[in-house]
T-cell receptor, first 116, second 111 residues
């Protein structure tokens, strides 16, 4: 079975601070995919990134960066110079092709509040 | 390209009734998945359809069912509604099942 843990339930920062959202996963599959989604108050889940288990390269996209470490089963997400518009719930998710196909197993989510 | 659309956006039903939710995927996408989001249980997978066949199913009772049409549009049905079925129901579409793009959801309230 797969499991995703986001230990931080809520994080509050002041604008321009850097913030890191933690994600730890469990799976027995050797091939799997990790995702981050953003859910603003409107409710729609916005896709941010997908990584596969064979690609441990860190990725940067503008103010967003992701750190994937198989050794610690973690896939952390950092927002640099946070902005008020970053306020949302962020979900980390996992899909493992062999045992669960494309079904996503989500973490509990981290509510990020960026204050002006 | 238009995104995933879901109808209706809001719905209020009474216990015991049934409900049908609709999802239109992104053009060209053949996989449609459904998820239920509640404050207590979080985001949970319901089922996935690919080319009109159910390819994957979560741990929900048989009251929850779905189908997919030849144009990839999907419907989800819940029969004999219970108060605990109140939730945000999210539909996601993808080309083959990996990168899933979500719609705005249908918020169902059961009274």
């Amino acid at each position: 079975a797969q499991k995703v843990t986001q230990a931080q339930t809520e994080i509050s920062v002041v604008e321009k601070e850097d913030v890191t959202l933690d994600c730890v996963y469990e799976t027995r599959d050797t091939t799997y995919y990790l995702f981050w989604y953003k859910q603003p108050p409107s409710g729609e889940l916005v896709f941010l990134i997908r990584r596969n288990s064979f690609d441990e390269q860190n990725e940067i996209s503008g103010r967003y960066s992701w750190n994937f470490q198989k050794s610690t089963s973690s896939f952390n997400f950092t927002i640099t110079a946070s902005q008020v518009v970053d306020s949302a719930v962020y979900f980390c998710a996992l899909s493992a092709e062999e045992t669960s196909g494309s079904r996503l197993t989500f973490g509990e989510g981290t509510q990020l509040t960026v204050n002006p | 390209k238009a995104g995933v659309t879901q109808t209706p956006r809001y719905l209020i039903k009474t216990r015991g009734q049934q409900v049908t939710l609709s999802c239109s995927p992104i053009s060209g996408h053949r996989s449609v998945s459904w998820y239920q989001q509640t404050p207590g249980q979080g985001l949970q997978f319901l089922f996935e359809y690919f080319s009109e066949t159910q390819r994957n199913k979560g741990n929900f009772p048989g009251r929850f069912s779905g189908r997919q049409f030849s144009n990839s549009r999907s419907e989800m049905n819940v029969s004999t509604l219970e108060l605990g079925d109140s939730a945000l129901y999210l539909c996601a579409s993808s080309l083959y099942g990996y990168e899933q793009y979500f719609g705005p959801g249908t918020r169902l309230t059961v009274t």
